[in-house]
């Protein structure tokens, strides 16, 4: 089985200024790692994932978030945050799983990200 | 880019009524559906993972009579809330696989919400 935890319920931060929302698992197989966007009444997007490879991941919109085993850490950052960043933000773990298999995902307790000018 | 709808996005029923929910993958087929339900500032629980042409698993602690699970088709799943009650209410999420490089990836639907009066 694996979890998720995200300590951050609410992380308040100025626009332009850098965020880091932490995202810490626990799982005793190999995984893949995901962030979700949740924008108020929606349903979730994906912003990044981690599958193998390089332990540095990018998005689109300039967030990136980096895989570290030793420390089961899988943080976002973004070193300059828009009003428009404003949203629930979930990390999710699924197990690796052998062709052919979906695998579940469970997610953290999600991070409000709230931008302010 | 893969597309996945929910009807009715928000649905007001009287206790003891039922409701079904549908989740439809709109441009591709999804051999596995999930479906979550999330309660107010807090995360998402996988209630159960539906599979075309076969009973829907559920997580422990999941009534199966309470909510039916039907996969008809590689493009539609239902939730079906029978007999429901005020801590019913919640906004269920579902989301279908599709096969991304070496890994399913999840595609959410925007979220039904429900209030049982």
């Known amino acids: 089985a694996q979890s998720v935890t995200q300590l951050d319920s609410q992380v308040p931060v100025f626009e332009e200024a850098p965020v880091e929302l932490r995202c810490n698992y626990s799982?005793?197989?190999?995984?893949?790692l995901f962030w979700y966007v949740q924008y108020p009444n929606q349903g979730l997007q994906l912003l990044l994932k981690?599958?193998?490879?390089?332990?540095l991941v990018e998005s689109i919109n300039g967030f990136e978030a980096e895989f570290n085993k030793s420390q089961t850490s899988f943080h976002l950052r973004k070193p300059s945050v828009h009003i428009s960043d404003t949203a629930e933000y979930f990390c999710?773990?699924?197990?690796?799983?052998?062709?052919?298999?979906?695998?579940?995902?469970?997610f953290g307790t999600g991070t409000r990200l709230q931008v302010t000018l | 880019g893969a597309v996945v709808s929910q009807h009715p996005s928000r649905v007001i029923c009287k206790s003891g009524t039922s409701v079904k929910i549908e989740c439809r993958s709109l441009?591709?087929?999804?051999?596995?559906m999930f479906w979550y339900r999330q309660f107010p500032k807090k995360s998402l629980m996988l209630m159960a993972t539906?599979?075309?042409?076969?009973?829907?698993?559920?997580e422990q602690g999941v009534e199966k009579d309470k909510f039916l699970i039907n996969h008809a088709s590689l493009t539609l799943s239902t939730l079906t809330v029978t007999s429901a009650h005020p801590e019913d209410s919640s906004f269920y999420i579902c989301?279908?696989?599709?096969?991304?490089?070496?890994?399913?990836?999840?595609?959410f639907g925007p979220g039904t919400r429900l209030t049982v009066t």
């Open positions: 999710a773990v699924s197990a690796k799983t052998p062709p052919g298999t979906a695998s579940k995902l469970t």
């Open positions: 539906s599979n075309e042409g076969s009973k829907a698993t559920y």
């Open positions: 981690y599958l193998s490879g390089s332990t």
């Open positions: 441009d591709f087929q999804a051999t596995t």
């Open positions: 989301s279908a696989t599709i096969l991304a490089g070496v890994s399913y990836e999840q595609y």
């Open positions: 799982s005793s197989v190999s995984v893949y």
